[in-house]
Structure formats: structure tokens, C-alpha cells
T-cell receptor, first 113, second 114 residues
Framework: GENVEQHPSTLSVQEGDSAVIKCTYS??????FPWYKQELGKRPQLIID?????GEKKDQRIAVTLNKTAKHFSLHITETQPEDSAVYFC????????????FGTGTRLQVTL | SQTIHQWPATLVQPVGSPLSLECTVEGTSNPNLYWYRQAAGRGLQLLFYSVGIGQISSEVPQNLSASRPQDRQFILSSKKLLLSDSGFYLC?????????????FGEGSRLTVL
């Protein structure tokens, strides 16, 4: 099955700086890569996703890049703000039925003033 | 629009007691349904998923079970809880209205087993 690794596990940046979270996946047939943000005690929410037919996608201050050859994808947050503080999860979709997502272990991002 | 409801939101149960968590989805038909568990400070572990009524696939062997008695209802159960069952349980759905793989989570059920 799919295996997703995520780094770093914790990340602390100053407000206004950029943050980058990286993930690698094992199944070359995976074709959908979402990113979820989870605030403390709340459910994960989709913030951006990318499909295997594109290399980059941007939505305001967040962007995701995908390198299919190397089987890795990254989340980039620019001009970080305190409200960006949360746990971020990457995921990749496994082949087969039910569109099962395999999640990374999460990155706790702390944006300091 | 589609919505997902999950309950109860929190519960504290003694070791050996039964468990029932319920999840319903509205505004869609024939969704794929999932149960995930998140231990404190950890990632998301897929427990069960279902592609249709009565169809349940288990990802991790354990003392939990799942059932799908209706198209948009998904239930997580246990006959006897263990301490290690404590965690944050999340129901989720995906479907054809959105792209393949897009997953939408319920608000979660926080279970503490004492």
C-alpha cells in the first residue's frame, strides 16, 4: 500500500516568514495529493490539493508543488500569520476502490510574533 | 450542499464498556464513508471504510467494528473498550460530487477510556 512520509514534525517561524513542509510518497500510481489543516481540537480541513497532471498550484498565500519523478510534494506558506499556527497533514490517494487517502504524520507549525 | 454529522462529541467510558459512535451524511447519495482515529498528538489512522450499504473494509485489526445500515449512516462500535482505544475519532466522506479523493471530515468524537 501507499506510504507517506512528512517532514518536519514541528516547525517554528516568525510572523511574515515562509514555511515549507515536505512529503514523499511510495506509490507511483497515486494521483491526488491534498493538504489538510487541523487546528487544536478541531477536525482537519482541506486547504489545497494538487493532481498529478500539474506541477504547481497556488491559492493566495499557500502553494503546493509536485514532483512526480521524485515522488515528493511540498506545501509553501508565505507571509505567515499567527492564525496559520496548526497541524498540517499531507496525504496521497491509494489506488483501488474507495479512494483511500494515506496521511502523513503531520507537521505542527507555530508562527511566533 | 453536503453536510456530515457525528456524535457524540465527547464521551468518557470505563474499560470493558461498549461503544457506539454514529455518523450521518446529508446532501449526497452513495458516498464513500470512513472512520479515522487520531491518538493524542499523532496522525490520522484509517480504521474502516465503506463503499456501500453493508460493505465494510477493515484497515487495522482491533476490537472495533463498523456497520453501514443505511446509505448515509456509518456506525463505529466496540463490545469492550480498551485503554488504547482512547483518541479522537473522525468520520469522513467522499463522493462523486467532488473530485476523487477529496475527503470531508465530521467534527469528531473525543473518547477517553478510563
Amino acid at each position: 500500500g501507499e506510504n507517506v512520509e512528512q517532514h518536519p514534525s514541528t516547525l517554528s517561524v516568525q510572523e511574515g516568514d515562509s514555511a515549507v513542509i515536505k512529503c514523499t510518497y511510495s506509490d507511483s500510481a497515486s494521483n491526488y495529493f491534498p493538504w489538510y489543516k487541523q487546528e487544536l481540537g478541531k477536525r482537519p480541513q482541506l486547504i489545497i490539493d494538487i493532481r498529478s497532471n500539474v506541477g504547481e498550484k497556488k491559492d493566495q498565500r499557500i502553494a503546493v508543488t509536485l514532483n512526480k519523478t521524485a515522488k515528493h510534494f511540498s506545501l509553501h506558506i508565505t507571509e505567515t500569520q499567527p492564525e496559520d499556527s496548526a497541524v498540517y497533514f499531507c496525504a496521497a490517494i491509494s489506488t483501488g476502490t474507495a479512494s483511500k487517502l494515506t496521511f502523513g504524520t503531520g507537521t505542527r507549525l507555530q508562527v511566533t510574533l | 450542499s453536503q453536510t456530515i454529522h457525528q456524535w457524540p462529541a465527547t464521551l468518557v467510558q470505563p474499560v470493558g464498556s461498549p461503544l457506539s459512535l454514529e455518523c450521518t451524511v446529508e446532501g449526497t447519495s452513495n458516498p464513500n464513508l470512513y472512520w479515522y482515529r487520531q491518538a493524542a498528538g499523532r496522525g490520522l489512522q484509517l480504521l474502516f471504510y465503506s463503499v456501500g450499504i453493508g460493505q465494510i473494509s477493515s484497515e487495522v485489526p482491533q476490537n472495533l467494528s463498523a456497520s453501514r445500515p443505511q446509505d448515509r449512516q456509518f456506525i463505529l462500535s466496540s463490545k469492550k473498550l480498551l485503554l488504547s482505544d482512547s483518541g479522537f475519532y473522525l468520520c469522513a466522506w467522499s463522493g462523486t460530487e467532488k473530485g476523487p479523493g477529496e475527503l470531508f471530515f465530521g467534527e469528531g468524537s473525543r473518547l477517553t477510556v478510563l
